[in-house]
């Protein structure tokens, strides 16, 4: 068969997988819907959740305690770790375990309830989640998955070999909870069911009031760039902490309701295979996506119960028997092999899920086309053609003005607290092995001076950012903001000190609204964290109501108050270099860094920057400008700073730099040049 005869073929499979992985009627349809509708939608599956059951045999119902109900609690607590924050882990049972374990052991061996132990459960799971998260969080990627595999792999060990835990045998004779409102315990699947069920709402209602809050904000920045993340004042650390914390209590819970079920417990209840059971169920529904996770963890748990007793399982298993050879008796022991046929297929046909988050849906359309800058910037532009004109109107004429005009009357939104010397650079070294980017460099930079840093490529530009915003420790040298030392400092507390930046490659947070990237700017001036998003505490309600009309006014102030709700990678390329900005100045900086900001733009769009470059400092704000581009620099400086092999070759007012004889030869080539 030739080349070309196998892409004939498979055509109609790419066309069928294009069109099953675009249609997405339900979360369409459901942000169409206006609020009374979806409260109603949502009362609706309340109550067939709560009276549906009531009309099942005993068995399904114990079915739908578990797995089902389990299932779908698991999933919950691991897509707070994996969907919201991006953490793969591996090793999520066992934290169940523990929150199972824990049970056993108060209740049978100290004489506690069942109710009584519940909060400790719920604790030490907790504590086993920060007693994980803490050594292993500044791992990325798939150093952390094998760690928490590791994890759930030595709490198992651990229950088989310690004679406390009952070893392989288990621990027996857990009691069951006491009468609840009276409903009676005992062995009867249906109070765990609701009482699952209960679970589940506490952690759908938790995490609805994460994910709007500054927390879920943070976590989906982490998750989008991590890097970026921190340099935008998020405690990348706290907050990761706090997923595993959060996501681990959610285990503990799901582990008292199965052990005061069973009433017995051994570790081949938390096998490995049950982590991935659950990983499964969220990617599967769609990470990060509540109905989504659901979604998959039901399908999980139901469809191979429920087949186990049809013609229709009975039909697969026997072709599966002869197909591999087998003799299983029903298909639940082809369990394995269905769920890995199914992820699969998922992952062909539908890589964001059954329900996928919007995040997720916008991420994965990304990773189908080509990676990169370049590739970024083409489909912005590409997306700016189309769909934008045609669906709203009232673009047609805001489209007229350039953004600057739109702008010109908006005012800074936040207020500037500066030093006279707002930053200075005393003797700076940076070494890379043996490659010196900075070498003794002194600069001093006074409140309300655009300051220019200019040189040839490779000068050491962009790394004296990275020092002063903490991304590297410089080898010798004193970095002070105000007059304050902050060489050491992680980025996130340097922004606090009052630094902001912009990167010479945007980083964005590509895959989330361009109001939502101002808010993250934002939330490093604000403090609420989890107890307050939970309990929707008053500073957080406050915080979120001003946080959000000054996120609104700052998008305005740059020019693009119009852009809020797209998300940022579908802006235009110049409107993506204004968002960072306006999300730097939404930290509160004294000092605003900004790195070859006009790189790609065209000529009115650079003369637009220089506009909001000067309002910027009018404003009161400093400003610290690398940039190439020899007209807007002499145009807008008010002092510059030449490098050169990471020395300061030059340093004054534009007109004494251009023509400094050294610059020349190092730089500008002739006198004047561009
Ligand atoms: N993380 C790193 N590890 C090793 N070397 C580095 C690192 N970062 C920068 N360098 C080196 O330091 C020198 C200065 O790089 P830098 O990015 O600061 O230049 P720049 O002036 O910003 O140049 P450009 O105009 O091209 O952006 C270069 O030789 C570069 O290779
Ligand atoms: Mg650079």
Redesign the pocket.
């Known amino acids: 068969m030739t080349g070309a005869s196998v892409r004939e073929r498979l055509a109609p499979l790419r066309a069928l997988r294009h069109r099953i992985s675009v249609i997405d009627p339900a979360s369409r349809w459901w942000a169409r819907q206006s609020k009374a509708v979806q409260a109603a939608v949502i009362v609706a599956a309340a109550a067939f959740a709560i009276f549906y059951p009531l009309t099942l045999s005993q068995g399904t119902q114990s079915i739908l305690f578990f797995p089902v109900g389990l299932y779908v609690l698991l999933a919950l607590g691991l897509n707070i770790v994996v969907g919201a924050a991006g953490l793969l882990d591996l090793g999520y049972v066992a934290f169940y375990a523990v929150g199972a374990y824990t049970t056993a052991l108060l209740t049978t061996k100290s004489g506690w309830t069942a109710w009584e132990a519940l909060p400790v459960a719920i604790l030490v799971a907790m504590i086993a989640g920060v007693m994980l998260g803490g050594p292993t969080l500044r791992l990325r990627g798939d150093y952390l998955a094998i760690v928490t595999l590791g994890f759930g792999e030595i709490v198992r060990i651990v229950a088989q070999n310690s004679t406390a835990l009952g070893q392989a045998r288990g621990i027996t004779g857990i009691p069951h909870p006491g009468n609840f409102f009276g409903a009676e315990f005992k062995l009867l699947p249906l109070p765990y069911y609701y009482l699952a069920l209960a679970a589940i709402v506490l952690t759908v209602v938790m995490g609805v009031r994460l994910n709007r809050s500054r927390v879920g904000r943070a976590w989906s920045a982490i998750r989008e760039d991590e890097d970026a993340a921190e340099a935008m004042g998020v405690h990348t650390f706290t907050m990761k902490l706090w997923a595993f914390a959060v996501g681990a209590s959610t285990g503990g819970l799901a582990g008292w309701i199965y052990a005061s079920k069973v009433s017995f417990i051994n570790p081949d209840n938390f096998p490995f295979f049950f982590s991935v059971i659950i990983l499964a169920a969220v990617v599967l529904g769609g990470m990060g996506s509540l109905p989504g996770v659901i979604a998959g963890a039901v399908a999980i748990g139901y469809i191979p119960e429920y087949l186990r007793d049809v013609a229709a399982g009975e039909w697969i298993t026997a072709r599966l028997n002869t197909l591999i050879g087998g003799n299983a008796g029903t298909i639940t022991e082809y369990r394995v092999l269905l769920f890995g046929a199914a992820l699969v297929a998922i992952m062909v046909f539908r890589p964001q899920g059954l329900i996928p988050s919007r995040q997720r849906a916008a991420e994965l359309a990304e990773a189908g086309e080509t990676t990169g800058m370049a590739a970024a910037v083409v489909v912005s532009h590409e997306v700016e053609e189309e769909p934008r004109e045609a669906a709203d109107a009232e673009d047609a004429g805001a489209a007229a003005t350039s953004p600057e005009e739109e702008a010109a009357d908006a005012e800074l939104p936040i207020e500037i607290e500066a030093a006279q010397t707002v930053l200075e650079l005393r003797d700076v070294t940076m070494e890379?092995?043996g490659?010196v980017?900075m070498k003794d460099v002194s600069v001093s930079v006074r409140r309300g001076q655009i300051f220019g840093i200019i040189?040839?490529?490779?000068?050491?530009?962009?790394?004296?950012f990275?020092c002063v915003t903490g991304i590297?420790r410089p080898t010798s040298g004193e970095i002070l903001i105000n007059g304050k030392s902050i060489v050491g400092w992680r980025p996130h507390r340097v922004t606090e000190a009052g630094v902001a930046r912009t990167f010479?490659n945007i980083r964005l947070f590509p895959n989330v609204t361009a109001l939502e990237n101002v808010l993250v700017g934002v939330d490093a001036r604000h403090q609420t964290s989890v107890p307050g998003a939970l309990f929707g505490l008053p500073r957080h309600r406050r915080e979120e109501r001003v946080g959000r009309e000054e996120a609104e006014r700052l998008l305005e102030y740059v020019g693009i108050g119009r852009r809020s709700g797209d998300l940022a990678r579908n802006l235009p390329y110049g409107d993506q270099r204004r968002l960072e900005i306006a999300r730097a100045i939404a930290t509160g900086p004294s000092v605003l860094l900004l790195d070859?900001p006009a790189a790609g733009m065209n000529p009115s769009e650079k003369n637009d920057l220089i506009g909001l470059i000067r309002r910027i400092r009018d404003s009161g704000l400093t400003v610290v400008l690398?940039e190439?581009d020899m007209r807007l620099v002499m145009d807008v400086c008010d002092q510059l700073a030449v490098?050169d092999f990471?020395e300061k070759i030059a340093e004054g007012r534009p007109a004494e730099v251009r023509t400094d004889p050294r610059v020349i030869e190092a730089y500008l080539g002739a006198p004047g040049a561009a």
Not at 455 to 464: D, E, V
């Open positions: 890379f092995g490659v980017a040189g040839p490529n490779g000068a050491g530009k962009t790394t004296l990275n590297f010479q070859e690398i190439h490098l990471g």
